[in-house]
């Protein structure tokens, strides 16, 4: 049963200028590209979303030989559980306050309050500054000794900054912006080597989804709290 099913995300979803195109990242892609405006907008919908762009891209990259990005998807998958999670049980826990106190507040059926976002704490700029150089140097002296990634580094640096990235995005972090910034600088090129082009331009996309994503999560930290 699931032969069948990879054989068929391996297919040619499409040609460009050539290049034939597997559902697998076709798919991948259009999950992917859903995520991050969701994410952008605060939306918790932007989890399971994600969800279903590990699994695409899981396979995908490992086809591509791209190994550290194809373990990454796995990781992200667990880490998109936690972060659904979080930003569920934190509406929850809050609606559910406002409900002890204002009569009716539930039946309104309007979206409870959302986790805030803040600004990254020194302490865990120097926890993440530490962690991102012994993981990626760790990282890629594996692929390079024990696989035939052609690209250790850089397949090395997108999982590790991806999934700092992540960890940010499940806190409100607004600084996981610029670490996702970085992971589609590396990003492009590195896909692009691959002949994953739809992919390659999709993470210029998501570049420019980064930069508007900072400013609006800018703008929440700007804005002052009022009290439900």
Do not use: H
Request: net charge positive; glycine share 8%; aromatic share 12%.
């Amino acid at each position: 049963m699931i032969a069948p099913l990879l054989a068929w995300l391996d297919g040619a979803a499409l040609v460009a200028f050539g290049v034939p195109i597997t559902w697998a990242e076709v798919l991948g892609d259009v999950a992917g590209a859903a995520c991050v405006v969701l994410v952008v907008r605060q939306n918790i919908l932007s989890w399971p979303i994600g969800l279903l762009n590990n699994v695409f891209w899981g396979w995908l990259f490992y086809r591509a030989k791209l190994y550290g990005d194809s373990s990454l998807q796995g990781v992200f998958f667990v880490l998109g559980l936690y972060g659904w999670w979080r930003w569920a049980a934190v509406s929850t826990r809050a609606r559910g306050s406002r409900a002890s106190t204002t009569t009716g507040s539930v039946a309104s059926g309007g979206p409870g309050p959302k986790l805030p976002v803040r600004r990254t704490r020194a302490s865990e700029w120097r926890v993440l500054a530490v962690g991102l150089a012994i993981s990626t140097t760790a990282v890629a002296a594996f692929l390079a000794g024990q696989t035939d990634s052609p690209a250790p580094v850089a397949d090395a640096s997108v999982l590790t900054l991806s999934l700092a990235a992540t960890w940010g995005q499940a806190q409100k972090l607004l600084e996981s912006w610029w670490l996702w910034i970085a992971v589609d600088v590396i990003s492009v090129p590195l896909y692009a080597s691959r002949a994953l082009y739809p992919t390659a331009a999709l993470y210029v996309a998501f570049g420019v989804l980064c930069v508007f994503g900072l400013r609006a999560w800018s703008r929440d930290l700007a804005a002052p709290v009022t009290s439900p």
